[in-house]
């Protein structure tokens, strides 16, 4: 069965960091490029980080560049968002997904309100 699970979400003040990792299970994390998006209230799901199968590629929407870093460990099919510097505009619900092997696959979701 597969599965993506998202932690580490939560309320935190404007200028505040936290630390997502969402931990695979079921599929060949490692053949499998993973991302991070984000939807916030009515709003479109946006993409907000995205890291190649090996790690050696990342990519990010320019709203969260310089402040967002994505990385993974695939001995531990986890893959991680260190979110600093974090803004009101960052509140959203924030999803893990794998995509490969003709798949894509999808994280429950975890909330991350920025407010004072």
């Known amino acids: 069965q597969v599965q993506l699970v998202e932690s580490g979400g939560g309320l935190v003040q404007p200028g505040g960091s936290l630390g997502l990792s969402c931990a695979a299970s079921g599929f060949a994390f490692s053949n499998y490029a993973m991302s991070w998006y984000r939807q916030a209230p009515g709003k479109e799901r946006e993409l907000v980080a995205s890291i190649s199968i090996g790690g050696g590629y990342t990519n990010y929407a320019d709203s969260v560049k310089g402040r967002f870093t994505i990385s993974r460990d695939n001995a531990k099919n986890t893959v991680y968002l260190q979110m600093n510097s974090l803004k009101a505009d960052d509140t959203a619900v924030y999803y893990c997904?794998?995509?490969?092997?003709?798949?894509?696959?999808w994280g429950q979701g975890t909330q991350v309100t920025v407010s004072s």
């Open positions: 997904s794998a995509r490969g092997e003709g798949k894509r696959y």
